[in-house]
């Protein structure tokens, strides 16, 4: 029960959290609580949010989601803490002031446990370290041309990615958590972010130009490549088996791009992200320009990492769910800009530190007019999420038809007490864990599945393909599709017709959408005839809510005798003679003759 406790419950506390950090991150930012509130919201109501936060998802993404948004969170804090600082004092002042600041201090252990966690959420791990070292990558650059010395600017920040570095590889190496790249990947992005602030204080101090440290960061960046690429060939062929897996699968839905031309191009985000991702475009882009022009350390975090995910999820739609995170901050401060140039609300004064620190919280609107327009509008924009909400939901949930046929399977199981393998359950690789989970509790691959379900189906001899199955398969679960009448998956789609059945697959559940079959021996029937006859055997089968007539028929041979394998237990006509036939005989193939 507490495995069941823990994935209905998992989801919910990681998502109340990371509202809560992603509306701190926004209003450090902006200083505008009304951002903060348009931002929970637009994440709340992004379709892909609802899909991998829903209740009972039990999933790595929520709680990658939440360590994603509390590294950001915190390295943000840090850049905006410094920037405020400036506002008061000199740049050398800010930046010692900064590294003396307990708060600070608290900030960068926070960092530490993000980083640490990040490194082992998931597989693709690596890939949150990236927009890290191209943060501080250009951060060093942006200081030194503020005339800001990166080193003590930048302290408790590296202090905060170094000690995660350590802590991610401490727990790989301690209890071996994951692959060795969780831990060599954080410790490769510390010391690479310790390198370049060291060379941007240098840089500093010698008055060089700016320009020339953008080009010294790229050197040393191929250098480190290098050196890794030499010293760890065991990391780097696991990287390069990730990247092959980011941009060659093709086999989930996920896997394609947020752009697809499936849903003409422009209507992906939209599907996945709402009307929020419109409404994040042109911010994303003023603001990009605007950190490009201006020292805004905070808006730099965001800027890399949104830029970083939205170019994952233009290769792989699932990579929007953590463009999500960045695109609703970015989101909410275009809504908010609309609903000023409407006249509904004042509008925010970004980057106007001087006027945004002491400024007004939510205000209510003057008139109970301009109010009930002001909720019309924050509802018609929130209302146009949910319309893709059931859409993606549905790719996600099974149907009661699966569901009902995952438990005749599992109580034919017992009945017969078939152990794995007899009762593995083959059927679409999407949906193979599912069947298996209930049925025989071994469901923490879809291989098989993977590798043998399409070329089952496709093939045209069904007696044959159970064959080949050996001793592997027991059950059979085919959905509703249009493929040629010769192949397997119509011709046991369409048993209950008036053609010859099958002899190893009896039908156990069916729908108009689904059909799960039993893969049995099938009991042989022993008759006799002239050589050269042929010689039928028949029985009315009824069977979940379906009446057919099973028809099975053999030639008969030089000694007289036709063997005839039939699927389903009953009496049969045989010529002008009966046989009975059992279940066991049935499911253990054995041999019955005529009376």
């Not at 252990?109 to 501080?136: D, E």
Request: glycine share 8%; aromatic share 12%.
């Amino acid at each position: 029960d507490a495995a069941a406790t823990v994935a209905a419950w998992l989801p919910i506390v990681a998502s109340v959290v990371l509202a809560g950090v992603l509306y701190g991150l926004a209003v450090i930012l902006t200083d505008d609580h009304r951002i903060g509130l348009a931002s929970v919201l637009l994440l709340a109501l992004m379709p892909v949010h609802v899909v991998y936060t829903a209740l009972g998802f039990l999933e790595h993404r929520p709680y990658q989601y939440l360590w994603l948004i509390i590294v950001a969170f915190a390295l943000a804090w840090l850049a905006v803490d410094l920037q405020r600082r400036l506002n008061r004092s000199e740049p050398r002042d800010a930046a010692v002031g900064h590294a003396k600041s307990s708060r600070a201090w608290a900030m960068a252990v926070l960092l530490a446990v993000g980083v640490a966690a990040s490194a082992h959420v998931y597989g693709g791990s690596p890939l949150t370290f990236v927009p890290v070292a191209a943060y501080f990558g250009f951060r060093v650059v942006a200081d030194t041309r503020r005339g800001i010395p990166a080193l003590p600017a930048n302290t408790p920040a590296l202090a905060g990615v170094f000690v995660g570095s350590l802590l991610a590889m401490g727990a790989h190496v301690r209890w071996d958590w994951h692959s060795s790249v969780a831990g060599t990947i954080p410790v490769l992005v510390a010391l690479g972010t310790i390198a370049v602030t060291a060379l941007a204080t240098v840089w500093h101090r010698s008055e060089l130009p700016v320009a020339g440290l953008l080009a010294t960061e790229g050197v040393l960046a191929v250098v480190g490549t290098v050196l890794f690429w030499q010293l760890r060939p065991d990391d780097v062929s696991r990287l390069q088996d990730r990247a092959d897996a980011l941009f060659g699968r093709e086999t989930a839905v996920e896997t394609a791009s947020l752009f697809t031309t499936d849903y003409a191009i422009i209507f992906g985000p939209l599907a996945q992200l709402g009307i929020g991702f419109y409404l994040a475009l042109v911010p994303l882009g003023v603001i990009t320009w605007y950190v490009y022009r201006q020292y805004e350390p905070g808006w730099l975090v965001l800027v890399c990492f949104a830029w970083f995910y939205l170019f994952l999820a233009s290769i792989q739609v699932r990579f929007a769910a953590q463009f999500a995170l960045f695109c609703a901050i970015f989101g909410a401060v275009g809504f908010v800009y609309v609903l000023g140039a409407i006249e509904l609300v004042r509008k925010p004064a970004l980057f106007d530190w001087g006027e945004q620190l002491n400024g007004p919280a939510i205000q209510l609107p003057e008139t109970p007019t301009r109010g009930a327009y002001l909720v019309g509008v924050v509802v018609l924009a929130l209302v146009l999420n949910l319309l893709f909400v059931p859409t993606l939901l549905g790719q996600t949930q099974y149907s009661g038809d699966q569901f009902e046929a995952t438990m005749a399977i599992d109580s034919h199981a017992e009945e017969f007490d078939r152990e794995f393998p007899q009762n593995f359950v083959l059927s679409e690789w999407g949906e193979n864990r599912m069947y298996n989970y209930f049925v025989n509790n071994e469901s923490r691959g879809y291989g098989y599945a993977l590798s043998n379900h399409e070329s089952f189906i496709s093939g045209t001899n069904p007696d044959e393909q159970a064959n080949n199955f050996g001793n592997r398969v027991g059950y059979v679960v085919l959905k509703d599709r249009d493929l040629p009448d010769e192949t397997v998956h119509a011709q046991l789609f369409d048993l209950t017709t008036d053609d010859e059945g099958v002899a190893r697959y009896q039908l156990l559940y069916a729908t108009d959408d689904i059909r799960a079959f039993v893969v049995v021996d099938g009991a042989t029937i022993r008759a006799t005839g002239e050589q050269g006859n042929t010689v039928q055997a028949t029985t009315d089968v009824t069977t979940s809510g379906e009446q057919f007539t099973h028809r099975r028929s053999a030639t008969v041979d030089e000694n007289g005798v036709a063997q005839i394998r039939v699927a389903y237990a009953g009496e049969y006509e045989v010529g002008n003679q009966t046989v009975t036939v059992t279940d066991q005989q049935v499911i253990n193939g054995e041999t019955v003759s005529p009376e």
